[in-house]
Antibody, heavy 118, light 107 residues
Framework: QVQLQESGPGLVKPSGTLSLTCAVS?????????WSWVRQPPGKGLEWIGE???????NYNPSLKSRVTISVDKSKNQFSLKLSSVTAADTAVYYC???????????WGQGTMVTVSS | DIQMTQSPSSLSASVGDRVTITCRAS??????LAWYQQKPGKVPKLLIY???TLQSGVPSRFSGSGSGTDFTLTISSLQPEDIATYYC?????????FGGGTKVEIK
């Protein structure tokens, strides 16, 4: 049973960089899946941030592309998110999720709340 | 980029009612459409993929239909445990956009 677990600081200062990691357990990150990040501001809807394949190929939300970097560490079976120049608008619950090739997000992490504040 | 528009944004229905939520894509996406259920304070859960295929373990009162640009999620008989916000999502190609959500409440 594949499980995903997000980790990282819960508080980030404005203009700083948000960094999160998603650890994959119960399966290999090198399997036939893309791996995504999704966020949800308090009281609002879901926003897709971007995705990565184990080869390192990435796709990003155009609205965030200039600030986002997603990377994969196959040796640690995990992938990571970096979001730079954060503002209060980046305050959200951040989820990682698995997307089998040509399919929907079938497994999600529990989510981690990140607050941008000084 | 393709936009996903859900309607209504919220609805109130009685237990046992048939509930229908629609999702419209601004361009055709074939059947690369998923529906998720998110209960308050919980993680989104995949209900339906490929527009009409029920994810394993999802009650049969949920069903999906549509192709191209117009899609529907139907709950045949609303149950108290179905109180949640429902999201559609396109996944044919990036960006993998979500709809704005439909909040379902009990009348």
């Amino acid at each position: 049973q594949v499980q995903l677990q997000e980790s990282g600081p819960g508080l980030v200062k404005p203009s700083g960089t948000l960094s999160l990691t998603c650890a994959v357990s119960g399966g290999s990150i090198s399997s036939s899946n893309w791996w995504s990040w999704v966020r949800q501001p308090p009281g609002k809807g879901l926003e897709w941030i971007g995705e990565i394949y184990h080869s390192g190929t990435t796709n990003y939300n155009p609205s965030l592309k200039s600030r986002v970097t997603i990377s994969v560490d196959k040796s640690k079976n995990q992938f990571s998110l970096k979001l730079s120049s954060v503002t209060a608008a980046d305050t959200a619950v951040y989820y990682c999720a698995r997307e089998p090739v040509n399919n929907a997000f079938d497994i999600w992490g529990q989510g981690t709340m990140v607050t941008v504040s000084s | 980029d393709i936009q996903m528009t859900q309607s209504p944004s919220s609805l109130s229905a009685s237990v046992g009612d048939r509930v229908t939520i629609t999702c419209r894509a601004s361009q055709g996406i074939s059947n690369y459409l998923a529906w998720y259920q998110q209960k308050p304070g919980k993680v989104p859960k995949l209900l339906i993929y490929a527009a009409s295929t029920l994810q394993s373990g999802v009650p049969s009162r949920f069903s999906g239909s549509g192709s191209g640009t117009d899609f529907t999620l139907t709950i045949s008989s609303l149950q108290p445990e179905d109180i949640a916000t429902y999201y559609c999502q396109k996944y044919n190609s990036a960006p993998l956009t979500f709809g704005g959500g439909t909040k379902v409440e009990i009348k």
